[in-house]
């Protein structure tokens, strides 16, 4: 009985992670963060990574620019934190469709064309990231297609 009570109480003060942060919340640092592990895939994280990563996180949450260089602090310590990806992904394939998937893709696709090359980590880390995301081998290269055509390449 003591032990009743006392987990009562205890878990009364516990605040739940879904409390602490919100789906939205996470589902916007899952994003930044796969978006930042592109940009810093080939040593070279550019203003012109942060812009697109800024423009992709503003039109996709509707942030202002303060919240998502928030947001982009705030990532950057999450994926120092991590141990893999996988942290990353498993919020989006609990939360995001297909579709909304493959628009994660045309992001990632976005920031390694930003600096006009796509270098083989950035390549490798897509596909990764893909296969995490559970997108078919199909999916991911029409993505990148997409983006060249959307760009001019």
């Known amino acids: 009985m003591l032990n009743y009570l006392n987990d009562l ?3 009364k003060n516990e605040v739940s992670e879904e409390q602490k942060f919100p789906n939205k919340h996470k589902l916007q640092v899952a994003a930044c963060a796969l978006l930042l592990e592109i ?3 080939d040593d070279n994280f550019n203003n012109v990574e942060k812009e697109k990563i800024t423009e992709l996180m503003k039109n996709k949450f509707g ?3 303060l919240e998502v260089n928030n947001l982009i602090s705030y990532s950057e310590g999450e994926i ?7 942290e990353f992904t498993d919020i989006l394939n609990k939360n995001l469709n297909n579709d909304e998937k493959y628009n994660i893709i045309k992001y990632l696709w976005h920031i390694a064309y930003a600096d006009g090359n ?3 980590y950035e390549n490798f880390y897509i596909k990764k990231i893909s296969n995490n995301l559970h997108m078919h081998h199909k999916d991911r290269i029409a993505a990148k297609f997409e983006v060249k055509e959307e760009l001019g390449l």
Do not use: G, P, Q, R
């Open 9 to 11: 109480f205890t878990k």
């Open 80 to 86: 120092k934190e991590s141990v893999s990806i996988y």
């Open 118 to 120: 796509v270098d083989s």
């Open 39 to 41: 940009a810093i895939a």
């Open 63 to 65: 942030l202002s620019e």
